[in-house]
C-alpha cells in the first residue's frame, strides 16, 4: 500500500515546458513498470487532439498563409457542442479567424452569435477583425445574452457561466464581449446608432456597479468599457 506520494512541478525551473502528468503509476520494491499501453483510453486521445488543433490554429493565425481561414472554417464546421476539453481549440479558431480579416471568415463569424455557448468568442472575434459591418449584428444579438434592466436574468447564459448568485456585482461574459467589440468598432450608420441608444439602459445595467471598487480593488476589465 502507498500512504504518500509527492509530485514535484518543475514549472519553476522551466515554465516554459511545464511537466503534464497523464497517468502514475506506482510500484511496489522490485517491481518493474508495465510498457505504457498501446490502447490509450479515449479521452486522453481526444484532449490530444482538442490540443494539437488549438495550437495549429494559433500558429495559423500567427504565420497567416492566405488560405489560413479556409483551412479553419473547414476544421471547425458548424459550430459543435461546446464541451469544456474542446472550447480552448474553438476559441484558438475563433480568435484566429479574427486576427487574420480574411474575407471569407466573417459571415462565418456572424453566424456564430447564435450559439449561446460561443457566441461570446465569436463577438471577441468581430471586435478583432475590425468590419464595421459588426455593429448590427452584435447589438441585434444582445439582448439575448444579457441581464434586464431590471437585473433579472438573460434568456440564454452560457453553460460554463450560470450563475449561482446573484450577479449584480459581477458581467457575464457575453455582454462583456460584445461590448469589448463595440469599442473596437467605429458606430457611424445611423440604424446602428439608433439602436445602440435603444440599447443603452440594458448596456448599462449589465455593468457592475461596485460602489467600494475604488476604495478597495483593482479596476477590473468592465471599467474600461
Same mark, same amino acid.
Given at each position: 500500500?502507498?500512504?504518500?506520494?509527492?509530485?514535484?512541478?518543475?514549472?519553476?525551473?522551466?515554465?516554459?515546458?511545464?511537466?503534464?502528468?497523464?497517468?502514475?503509476?506506482?510500484?511496489?520494491?522490485?517491481?518493474?513498470?508495465?510498457?505504457?499501453?498501446?490502447?490509450?483510453?479515449?479521452?486522453?486521445?481526444?484532449?490530444? /487532439?482538442?490540443?494539437?488543433?488549438?495550437? +495549429?490554429? #494559433? $500558429? *495559423? !493565425?500567427? &504565420?497567416?498563409?492566405?488560405? =489560413?481561414?479556409?483551412?479553419?472554417?473547414?476544421?471547425?464546421?458548424?459550430?459543435?457542442?461546446?464541451?469544456?476539453?474542446?472550447?480552448?481549440?474553438?476559441?484558438?479558431?475563433?480568435?484566429?479567424?479574427?486576427?487574420?480579416?480574411?474575407?471569407?471568415?466573417?459571415?462565418?463569424?456572424?453566424?456564430?452569435?447564435? /450559439?449561446?455557448?460561443?457566441?461570446?468568442? +465569436?463577438? #471577441? $472575434? *468581430? !471586435?478583432? &477583425?475590425?468590419?464595421?459591418? =459588426?455593429?448590427?449584428?452584435?447589438?441585434?444579438?444582445?439582448?439575448?445574452?444579457?441581464?434586464?434592466?431590471?437585473?433579472?436574468?438573460?434568456?440564454?447564459?452560457?453553460?460554463?457561466?450560470?450563475?449561482?448568485?446573484?450577479?449584480?456585482?459581477?458581467?457575464?461574459?457575453?455582454?462583456?464581449?460584445?461590448?469589448?467589440?463595440?469599442?473596437?468598432?467605429?458606430?457611424?450608420?445611423? $440604424?446602428?446608432?439608433?439602436?445602440?441608444?435603444?440599447? =443603452?439602459?440594458?448596456?448599462?445595467?449589465?455593468?457592475?456597479?461596485?460602489?467600494?471598487?475604488?476604495?478597495?480593488?483593482?479596476?477590473?476589465?468592465?471599467?474600461?468599457?
Amino acid at each position: 500500500s502507498v500512504r504518500y506520494v509527492r509530485v514535484s512541478s518543475l514549472g519553476g525551473i522551466n515554465p516554459v515546458y511545464p511537466t503534464t502528468i497523464t497517468e502514475l503509476e506506482i510500484l511496489a520494491p522490485g517491481e518493474t513498470p508495465a510498457e505504457f499501453p498501446q490502447d490509450v483510453p479515449a479521452d486522453v486521445e481526444q484532449a490530444h /487532439h482538442f490540443w494539437q488543433g488549438e495550437r +495549429a490554429f #494559433r $500558429a *495559423l !493565425g500567427v &504565420f497567416a498563409p492566405p488560405e =489560413a481561414s479556409q483551412r479553419i472554417i473547414a476544421a471547425l464546421g458548424q459550430a459543435p457542442t461546446y464541451t469544456a476539453a474542446s472550447s480552448p481549440m474553438v476559441q484558438a479558431g475563433l480568435r484566429a479567424l479574427g486576427r487574420l480579416r480574411q474575407p471569407d471568415a466573417f459571415e462565418y463569424l456572424i453566424t456564430w452569435l447564435d /450559439h449561446t455557448d460561443w457566441a461570446r468568442y +465569436a463577438a #471577441r $472575434a *468581430l !471586435g478583432e &477583425f475590425g468590419d464595421s459591418r =459588426a455593429v448590427g449584428p452584435l447589438l441585434d444579438h444582445y439582448e439575448k445574452y444579457a441581464k434586464l434592466v431590471n437585473q433579472q436574468d438573460p434568456p440564454d447564459v452560457p453553460r460554463d457561466d450560470v450563475m449561482k448568485f446573484p450577479s449584480i456585482d459581477r458581467m457575464l461574459e457575453t455582454p462583456y464581449y460584445v461590448s469589448l467589440a463595440l469599442c473596437r468598432l467605429e458606430i457611424r450608420n445611423a $440604424a446602428d446608432v439608433a439602436a445602440l441608444r435603444r440599447l =443603452a439602459p440594458t448596456i448599462l445595467a449589465n455593468v457592475p456597479g461596485n460602489h467600494d471598487t475604488y476604495m478597495l480593488y483593482e479596476l477590473a476589465s468592465h471599467h474600461h468599457l
